[in-house]
């Protein structure tokens, strides 16, 4: 029974992380405040995502069979502290890494998309493309590298702007 409740903490705090981390894969904001979260240069980084491709590859179904479980509930804790350490990181990082030059690009868009967070409309979508060309701008020169996610989220916004 013990190892049954261990086993269901375990795969609610992968969902925990998961879920952190999502923030990080769907919000524009984050990817423009703190692009180190994907600075695979980085130890922390680069342990928080192979932590999550072991915890991921051990679960199935959303729980993992009686075989792996001992190795998924370690696996989980060994990705909780690795993504304690890569959030805290890319949070104290932030844009302080780049350039200056590129520091301020991501400051500008993240202003842009702040701006477009209060209009609606056609100035919405004016100001939402310019986050989209500077993220564009920004990841095609290696600056950051942005989740399908995010420039999938950016143009579904675009669109819900103009058809307003």
């Known amino acids: 029974m013990l190892q049954v409740e261990t086993t269901e903490r375990a795969v609610e705090h992968h969902r925990d992380v998961l879920s952190a981390y999502g923030a990080y894969e769907l919000d524009p904001a984050m990817l423009l ?34 075989d792996s479980a001992r190795e998924y509930i370690d696996a989980v804790t060994t990705l909780r502290t690795n993504w304690a350490k890569a959030d805290r990181y890319a949070r104290s990082t932030g844009t302080s890494t780049l350039p200056d030059a590129d520091a301020q690009s991501c400051d500008r868009a993240l202003k842009l998309l702040r701006h477009a967070e209060g209009t609606e409309g056609p100035e919405r979508a004016a100001y939402l493309q310019q986050v989209i ?14 989740p ?17």
Do not use: C
């Open 148 to 164: 399908t996610q995010i420039q999938a989220t950016l143009a579904g916004q675009v669109r819900k702007a103009i058809e307003r």
């Open 133 to 146: 060309s500077a993220v564009d701008t920004l990841g095609n020169r290696g600056v950051i590298h942005p």
């Open 33 to 66: 405040q703190y692009p180190a979260m994907w600075d695979l240069s980085a130890a922390a980084v680069v342990a928080f995502h192979d932590a999550l491709e072991v915890a991921v590859g051990l679960q199935t179904e959303g729980y993992p069979g009686p």
